[in-house]
T-cell receptor
Framework: AQSVTQPDIHITVSEGASLELRCNYS??????LFWYVQSPGQGLQLLLK??????LVQGIKGFEAEFKRSQSSFNLRKPSVHWSDAAEYFC????????????FGAGTILRVKS | ETGVTQTPRHLVMGMTNKKSLKCEQH?????MYWYKQSAKKPLELMFV???????ENNSVPSRFSPECPNSSHLFLHLHTLQPEDSALYLC?????????????FGEGSRLTVL
């Protein structure tokens, strides 16, 4: 069965510093991969997605992620974090014929210190 | 109108009450989902509706009863719930068949069972 592991429950970075959030997945076929962000009291917003092609994908708000099949990873990066990026981040793998049966990781809470 | 709207945003109910959560999507999608988000647990897929037919029920207790009267509306009927059912219930929609399966989420309904 498919699964997603986000090894870091909490991460704290200084404003302006770079960020990398880790995500490892388990899935037998070529995965559909997603990163979502959730601010307190809000639903989930899609940051970026990978289906095929270029393994480095660009998303909204200056985020990018790199798909590495050999490592079963899909890490999220941002070169310079802003205070407004403080939120919880979820990695997900899409199963099923259309990749829409999402299985989520447990999430990583990002804190930004000024 | 925002893409996916959930009502009510907050609900408090006793274990003997009957209540319903409502979800409406304005995106023209043909698939809708209920997810449960509990503290310290990954998001759990509960139900999937495609073209108004339930295509997935992930071993959800019968005290949760979904209803999808048309492709724009999804309900979750609640009765005789338990305190451990307290959680954030997220509705999502997507376009199956011909799309890449990304889900669009509502802001959630925060349920507290006393």
């Amino acid at each position: 069965a498919q699964s997603v592991t986000q090894p870091d429950i909490h991460i704290t970075v200084s404003e302006g510093a770079s960020l990398e959030l880790r995500c490892n997945y388990s899935y037998g076929a070529t995965p559909y991969l997603f990163w979502y962000v959730q601010s307190p009291g809000q639903g989930l917003q899609l940051l970026l997605k990978y289906f095929s092609g270029d393994t480095l994908v660009q998303g909204i708000k200056g985020f990018e992620a790199e798909f590495k099949r050999s490592q079963s990873s899909f890490n999220l990066r941002k070169p310079s974090v802003h205070w407004s990026d403080a939120a919880e981040y979820f990695c997900a793998v899409g199963a099923g014929e259309y990749g829409n049966k999402l299985v989520f990781g447990a999430g990583t809470i990002l804190r930004v210190k000024s | 109108e925002t893409g996916v709207t959930q009502t009510p945003r907050h609900l408090v109910m006793g274990m003997t009450n009957k209540k319903s959560l409502k979800c409406e999507q304005h995106l023209g999608h043909n698939a809708m989902y209920w997810y449960k988000q509990s503290a310290k647990k990954p998001l759990e897929l509960m139900f999937v509706y495609s073209l108004e037919e339930r295509v997935e029920n992930n071993s959800v207790p019968s005290r949760f009863s979904p209803e999808c009267p048309n492709s724009s509306h999804l309900f979750l009927h609640l009765h005789t719930l338990q305190p451990e059912d307290s959680a954030l219930y997220l509705c999502a929609s997507s376009q199956e068949r011909g799309s890449t399966g990304e889900l669009f989420f509502g802001e959630g309904s925060r349920l507290t069972v006393l």
